[in-house]
């Protein structure tokens, strides 16, 4: 806000003649835009619920692959590839919580690769769903869940990158 130099009426910082007594104000000094503070990150600075997030993730892995290992002892097929995809789960969530940099990299990689993998079925099967009703509702609900599980965890990776 400027003062007008004839009435001293409060004017927006834009306007070239005072509305109240018709002065120029085009000389005016206009306050100079407050710069925001530059920051690391996002700048959000709460360590403690970003390690929970961190950490919810990894044990989101851990659950993920002990589900696969015991899915893997009930089916008759795939079982070897779930048995793979299980382990590999358990060592990605086992990497996380020790916080080994590859592994984080990696996690960091798959989550992107799951994001725009989720946003295509979003985007591809959004007609399809719209058809269905109800369970093309819940589908996209899922895909949309899953989207930000994924982003929530580049965004936790990027935010830990750095953090002790
Ligand atoms: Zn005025």
Same mark, same amino acid.
């Given at each position: 806000?400027?003062?007008?130099?004839?009435?001293?009426?409060?004017?927006? @910082?834009?306007?070239?003649?005072?509305? !109240?007594?018709?002065?120029?104000? *085009?000389?005016?000094?206009?306050?100079?835009?407050? *710069? *925001?503070?530059? =920051?690391?990150?996002?700048?959000?600075?709460?360590?403690?619920?970003?390690?929970?997030?961190?950490?919810?993730?990894?044990?989101?892995?851990?659950?993920?692959?002990?589900?696969?290992?015991?899915?893997?002892?009930?089916? =008759?097929?795939?079982?070897?590839? #779930?048995?793979?995809?299980?382990?590999?789960?358990? +060592?990605?969530? %086992?990497?996380?919580?020790? =916080?080994?940099?590859?592994? =984080?990299?990696?996690?960091?990689?798959?989550?992107?690769?799951?994001?725009?993998?989720?946003?295509? @079925?979003? !985007?591809?099967?959004?007609?399809?769903? %719209?058809?269905?009703?109800?369970?093309? #509702?819940?589908?996209?609900?899922?895909?949309?869940?899953?989207?930000?599980?994924?982003? +929530?965890?580049?965004?936790?990776?990027?935010?830990? @990158?750095?953090?002790?």
């Amino acid at each position: 806000m400027i003062q007008c130099p004839n009435c001293n009426q409060t004017l927006p @910082d834009w306007v070239q003649s005072c509305q !109240f007594c018709g002065a120029d104000t *085009k000389k005016v000094v206009r306050p100079k835009p407050v *710069k *925001k503070q530059v =920051r690391v990150g996002s700048g959000y600075s709460n360590p403690a619920l970003i390690w929970g997030l961190y950490y919810f993730f990894a044990a989101w892995w851990i659950l993920d692959g002990a589900g696969l290992l015991f899915l893997s002892q009930q089916v =008759r097929f795939f079982s070897t590839f #779930l048995l793979v995809c299980g382990t590999l789960c358990l +060592a990605f969530g %086992l990497g996380l919580i020790l =916080r080994i940099p590859l592994i =984080r990299n990696i996690a960091n990689y798959i989550a992107f690769i799951g994001l725009i993998g989720y946003v295509l @079925d979003l !985007f591809f099967s959004f007609l399809m769903m %719209l058809g269905m009703g109800w369970t093309g #509702l819940l589908l996209a609900l899922f895909l949309i869940f899953n989207i930000c599980i994924c982003g +929530a965890q580049i965004w936790v990776l990027g935010e830990t @990158d750095g953090l002790d």
